[in-house]
């Protein structure tokens, strides 16, 4: 609530206006702020009060959720019980016990277990019998709370071992024998994506996508749960969206991909749920990179619209999806030969000091897309200029590749050759990155990043 006193509500109104209008902020600026209007004591105490003020509009904007539902009857509980109006605490304690059940909200559980205690003490002092069930009932939440910290330390102990390539067996490995063993829905979420983890790392991969398969009909047998915590369950989606792109079954890819936006769009998921947003932009990432690849089957108009969806939630987004996201649009812009428009979303990467510290990868594969673009469009003068930025810029990164060493010098070349030479550098270009004997010098993972065998030989058949 505002501060009675006029003038101390003018100074924060003054200090959000003011912060409102600025695209970035320091502590310099607001000191200047507060200086101009002989403030400067002041300052910390309206930065905090404004911080407060903040915070209370928020959570009266965002009480969608049922926990948020479930806090404020609690605090209504606090209230009464203080008041000693213990017939309406009992109904609200009541109340929040039915929510809590319905959605396993188990910490809050705990706490309700707590109040019909402390009513009921209050109430029937020497009834040790219905104490006792009450706390027998408290002991129980308390277990399923520590039933879900076993399976967030398993998760965790087993998404580490794969990082690390370990097949040792790993604290509470015991838990993947049984979804049982899971108490709650979170657990078993938990229980299943660990055991995923695990058959994938022993190469037992049809396994492991039943275990996803499985977790998502049993997460699709509790609605009440996934309205609560629709990011879980796009998760899941999604997992299973990266394994069938990953094996390249694309069909079944995009199924799963359709079922995500069906299940955002009949939820009516918003961008202001920001895990549900990132689940929902991670699908549409790799739905682009499967268009990327059967790249003939869609339409100009189906990646327009992609575009102006992810254009529309830009600056919600962490900005490790927004340069992928630019990144996959220029390369297949570039595949589909549209190089002014792949021209467009490269600048996008490369002229804005947003991306300075992100995804030094897709900064050094834009740079030598961009290389691909002039070199398409014939801006040959424009081109030698970017070879040499582009060489600075990998060797200040990392060193340059023998593979990024050889498609620099065929730019530099190339801006040079006379036309009817190009044919010849684009073989040489070929037979050196991709000889017939031998390894290739790109990897998959490379090539993943922008095909140069497929443009390379687009450009032998001309």
Partial sequence: MLSAKTGEKQHYLDLFEFIDVQHSLNNKQLNEWASQRSLDKQLPVIK?????LIYR???????????????DILRNVEIL????????????????ERIALQYELIIDLHEIENWKRRLHQNEFPTDYVGLEKILSKQGKSLEKIRNKYVYNQLILDVTKALSNGSQDKVLNEELLKDPGNAQTMEAMVM????????FIQSGESETAKGYLQELIGKMEEAPLL???????????LNNLISYTTYNRSFDESLKYIQKVKLFATSNKITSENRNVLRQLLRTLNIELEIMR????????EEFETMEEYIKKYEFKMPKEYVISFWFQFANIHFMRKDFKRSLFWINEILNSSRFKDTRRDIQGFARILNLMIHLERQNLFVMRYFVDSTRRFLRKQKGIETYEKLILQFFSKIGKAPILEHAVLYRNLHDNLFPESGDWLLSEQVLDYIDFKRWIEDKLKM
């Fill in 293 to 300: 690849v059967q790249i003939e089957s869609y339409s100009p």
């Fill in 81 to 96: 019980y203080n008041k000693e109006l213990y017939v309406h605490c009992k109904k609200e304690v009541q109340r929040a």
């Fill in 226 to 236: 996934l309205s609560e915590d629709p990011a879980l369950y796009m998760a899941s």
């Fill in 191 to 198: 229980h299943y994506n660990a055991g995923y983890f695990r």
């Fill in 57 to 71: 509009d928020l959570r009266n904007y965002h009480k969608s959720s049922k926990k948020a539902e479930v806090k």
């Fill in 48 to 52: 905090n009060q404004l911080i407060h």
